[in-house]
């Protein structure tokens, strides 16, 4: 049987990597498209060693609706499209705004005109527990209100979902999901695929990864002030695979016709950890130890969040396969990957 063709836009980034593996597993075609702004070339390999196959990638940048048409030409029968293309830097969102705004609102915008064009129906969505803002309980449900973003790169995420739910008012025959991601971390088991933050990375997991590889002087903890067990931020962090598998579950939702014209879900693990036990979870995991200190707060910090996840258990059937401990080895294992190969030096 022919096998379904999905394209996934940002597919050699770090969620799209996985999910293309994962899209594979269950018997799809991915297609990548990805303009490398934040990737590498050498995620394609990663791809490749643990698929044994070598999927069509297109250098191409979303936001060009005219290079969208040519991949669409060149790939009859799309049968779905995972969006993750978008920059994701919340304090470089403050410093370039437009940038942002055009890259993210309009790469969507780009490709739901040509997805339109090309009578291509089904879409899956990037989105981000930061359109919560500052939660007032806990844990945040998809009923929770959605508040003022409190960066740019959190705007363009609500941004996102507002023309989605605009598109699905309309008589757009569009059917999309978006999935809220909490905090995204871990790799592939294989080790092949990671997350690879170009430069000082912003994130805690790869900034606590290159501390223990010795890359990084000492991981900065900001804050201990807060109203929580240890005073440390509040996180829910989701194994990137297991949230790979929630886009497969959804491509097929979507597939089926199952659903509202638009539907939001959130995808974590419905615990929250402190950045401390974070840290303790990587140091227990590894036996490696991480140097570190505490600092001021980081502005713009949420103090608390983590999901409820009832909805996406329920509907997507989605599931948490790794603990925390789990994840924080499976990030140390692709480290240690990549200080024996030259990609990342
Ligand atoms: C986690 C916790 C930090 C680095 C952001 C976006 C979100 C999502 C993921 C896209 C916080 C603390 C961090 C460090 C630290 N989107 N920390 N020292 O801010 O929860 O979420 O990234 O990428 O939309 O908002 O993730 O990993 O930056 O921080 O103490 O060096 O770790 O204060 O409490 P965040 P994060």
Known sequence: MEKKKILVTGGAGYIGSHTVVELHEAGYEPVIIDNFSNSKESALDGITAITGQQFRCYRVDCTNAAAMREVFEQEPGLEGVIHFAAYKAVGESVEKPLEYYHNNVGSLVALLQVMREFNVTNLVFSSSCTVYGIPENLPVTEQTPVQKANSPYGNTKKICEEILSDVAQSASTLRSIALRYFNPIGAHPSAKIGELPLGVPNNLVPFITQTAAGIREQLTIFGEDYDTADG????????????????????????????????????????????????????????????????????????KIYADVTKATEVLGFRTNSTLEEAMKSAWDWQLSLQDSVTNV
Not at 238 to 262: M, N, S
Not at 280 to 294: C, D, I, L, M, S
């Open 232 to 303: 440390t931020c509040v996180r829910d962090y989701v194994h990137v695979v297991d949230l790979a598998k929630a886009h497969v579950t959804a491509v097929e939702r979507l597939l089926e016709a199952k659903g509202d014209k638009i539907e939001f879900f959130n995808v974590g693990t419905g615990s929250g950890n402190t950045v401390l036990e974070a840290v303790q979870a990587f140091e227990r995991a590894t036996g490696v130890k991480v140097n570190y200190k505490v600092g001021p707060r980081r502005a713009g910090d949420v103090p």
